[in-house]
């Protein structure tokens, strides 16, 4: 029986069929390439309730996932993150039946785990020796930790301000880091140029290579699984490159055509800082793609992405769905992340709690009616970003008697 039912790859933009037993980048086009499963052999050879008996990690998932051979996967125990009841921030948020999906206790405290272990995974088994990426931090640090797990060598470029943290774990993982003067897109040229005189090596730049998507698709899986195999009513994701959203949505596409969901498919939310926007200022437009963001800045250093390579099925997905994309100011979503943590115990990363800031919009404007089902995707551990939180606690003297603050309180 196969392990997986991958067919070939597509060009997003024409269409157009490519073979994908070699190491692949973008189409001719300059377009990513999708993943392609035969789904009618999917359907006659699993189903839900035979899923359900596997063990709780993304790769339950693997007959539409592209490993070939169960022998090449790399893992670290990734996928089957907990959907949460955050009843303190719904009410409060006036969405009461909202749910949290926490990316933020996978391996590398952050979603860009599924990522890495499917796309290592499939380079090792299509005999890739290195890898390379620009990063905004969290990516590079969850490729460099399984590159080194699969023995694979990896190439990270980041800007000089991105989280410290995700710098520390490319270093502890033996990977060649650099820090550049600049933003993704600079530390991209860097990669592309070191790339071309590296045999061996690919580049996994953001939707440059298939397969980071298709670990990212999971996310949509396991939250249709965890709800009974139902779809909610509204799902919000943190946008910068696009990959999460456009793989849940890819995810969602699957299932239909599987037969494992029906009815109408959740609205999809677009959420950005409002200092690095594009992807909302497009679907303002009416337009199908971005326009170069001019001077990209937030503190929610994720989603700082001036322009994405798949803007075009980022806004493709939320137009399908009959959903939107909104933007918050750095204000809100560090207050959101406060809150949060306040209300219902959770500490998520500023990426995240621009997901929860946009709840308040969203209700106020009337396009979330309060009623709906809502589930909102934290995409990492708070803890990685401890520069978002300020300590104003009173520093006391050290002594036998106990202050009077200790008393009176």
Not at 107 to 114: E, L, V, Y
Not at 223 to 247: A, F, K
Request: aromatic share 6%.
């Amino acid at each position: 029986m196969a392990f997986s039912f991958l067919t070939h790859l597509e060009c997003s933009r024409t269409g157009e069929r490519f073979a994908a037993d070699e190491v692949s980048g973008t189409s001719p086009a300059g377009a990513p390439l999708l993943a392609r499963y035969d789904l009618d052999r999917v359907r006659e050879t699993v189903q839900p309730q035979d899923i359900a008996t596997r063990e709780a990690t993304l790769w339950r998932y693997h007959e539409v996932l592209p490993v070939h051979s169960p022998e090449h996967i790399v893992s670290l125990g990734e996928g089957m993150t907990p959907l949460l009841p955050v009843p303190g921030y719904g009410k409060r948020a006036g969405v009461p039946r909202l749910l949290m999906k926490d990316e933020g206790l996978v391996p590398t405290g952050s979603f860009k785990a599924r990522g890495a272990a499917v796309g290592v995974s499939r380079a090792a088994e299509l005999g890739v020796r290195g890898v390379a990426m620009p990063t905004n931090g969290n990516a590079g640090a969850a490729w460099a930790l399984y590159a080194a797990r699969a023995g694979m060598g990896a190439l990270i470029a980041m800007p000089a301000d991105a989280p410290a943290i995700t710098m520390k774990e490319c270093q502890a993982a033996g990977a060649e880091l650099y820090r550049v003067d600049g933003l993704i897109g600079d530390a991209g040229k860097l990669v592309g140029a070191a790339v071309a005189g590296r045999e061996g090596y690919q580049e996994v730049s953001t939707l440059k290579e298939p397969y980071r998507l298709e670990g990212k698709k999971t996310m949509g899986y396991e939250i249709v699984e965890q709800l009974g195999w139902r779809v909610p009513d509204v799902i919000l994701y943190p946008t910068g490159g696009g990959v999460g959203i456009i793989g849940i949505y890819k995810a969602l596409r699957e299932m239909q055509e599987l037969g494992w969901i029906s009815g109408k498919l959740p609205r999809l939310v677009a959420v950005q800082a409002e200092g690095c926007a594009p992807i909302v200022e497009a679907f303002r437009r009416g337009a199908k793609e971005s326009e170069p963001c001019p001077d990209a800045h937030t503190v929610a250093f994720g989603i700082t992405v001036p322009k994405a390579l798949g803007d075009f099925l980022v806004l493709d997905a939320v137009y399908a769905t009959e959903g939107t994309a909104v933007s918050v100011t750095d204000d809100e979503l560090l207050a959101a992340q406060r809150t949060l943590a306040s209300l219902d115990g959770a500490f998520i990363c500023p990426e995240g709690a621009a997901c929860f800031a946009a709840l308040g919009p969203l209700r106020e404007s009337g396009w979330l009616a309060g009623d709906e089902e809502v589930v909102v995707l934290n995409t990492g551990a708070g803890i990685k970003y401890p520069e978002t939180m300020t300590v104003d606690a009173p520093l006391l003297a050290k002594t036998d008697a106990i202050p009077a603050v200790l008393r009176a309180g």
